[in-house]
């Protein structure tokens, strides 16, 4: 047993200080795999906000309390419609935010295809529930601070529309690379709202308070990030792509530049937004 232990220890030691383990390639998978166990904490934390702060209410029949949850526009006594979609809205996001990460954890994948086809099926079909729901919400019942605040978040809503229409199809056709370049840019667009908390909270850590933001969400800074908050992570997600396809260590060093960037907005983010803004809600 001794023997077999030491054995571990060595060829771990090995594997973690070897020079494998410093060539570009194996930096850019450690990057990946360190952003999204970050993402994955992130998630959840939020996840469990959301069923705390709206799930619970309303499912114990109390849907007037999810004002409390700092909606721009919450339960409204009188409006059928307008609360029917708010809850289609927010309570398929506990499923989304749980199953979402694991749909792009690789072991998942391959240890079970059967559980990452439904799950996906899920996934997409909530998110496109999510958009349609999110843009009446923001258009029609006028869930929105300024209008050219809200700018940001509808081009990401009609994004998720064409982003997971062609992962589905991707997916039906087998076409699986295509299928995966577009789930994650689906993944990440389903997930703009969650993204977006960590951008504004990384922007305050950094400039410690708003600088360029407004009450009403239509600073230059929250403008900026409510577009960058997807569509920089779409980008890396392009440079990933990319530098897998590389042999230049040169360009996959570009690469690792941009996955480090985005871990640690990610990192900052996540470490903000649950301090600040979810886990006082969830641990009261």
């Known amino acids: 047993m001794e023997n077999t232990n030491e054995n571990f220890i060595n060829a771990t030691n090995k594997s973690l200080f070897s020079r494998e383990a410093f060539q570009p390639h194996s930096i ?50 009188g409006d059928g419609i307008g609360n029917s979609m708010l809850i289609l809205h927010l309570l ?61 978040v509808t081009v990401n809503g009609l994004l998720i529309l064409v982003a997971a229409t062609l992962a589905w199809r991707f997916a039906v056709k087998r076409q699986y690379t295509n299928h995966m370049r577009w789930a994650i840019h689906a993944f990440i667009l389903i997930n703009g709202v969650w993204l977006f908390r960590l951008y504004i909270m990384s922007w305050f850590i950094m400039n410690q308070g708003g600088n360029g933001n407004t009450e009403e969400m239509d600073g230059p800074a929250d403008i900026f990030l409510s577009f960058a908050s997807y ?24 690469a690792n530049v941009f996955m480090l960037f985005g871990l640690l907005i990610t990192l900052v983010g996540v470490v903000a937004a649950s301090l600040f803004m979810w886990w006082p809600i969830i641990a009261p």
């Open 92 to 152: 398929p996001a506990v499923l989304l935010t749980y199953g979402g990460m694991l749909q792009i954890i690789p072991q998942i994948r391959k240890k079970y295809p059967t559980f990452h086809r439904w799950n996906g099926r899920m996934f997409l079909t909530l998110g496109l529930l999510g958009a349609l729901t999110g843009l009446y919400l923001t258009w029609v019942r006028g869930s929105r601070l300024s209008d050219i605040g809200a700018i940001g």
């Open 28 to 77: 850019l998978q450690y990057l990946t795999k360190s952003w999204l166990f970050i993402a994955l904490l992130g998630q959840w934390v939020f996840a469990s906000y959301i069923f705390i702060r709206f799930a619970i209410p309303t499912f114990s029949g109390n849907l007037s309390s999810a004002d409390t949850v700092g909606l721009i526009k919450g339960y409204v006594d």
């Open 231 to 254: 569509l920089l992570p779409m980008l890396i997600a392009e440079i990933y792509f990319w530098a897998k396809r590389q042999r230049s260590k040169f360009r996959v060093n570009i």
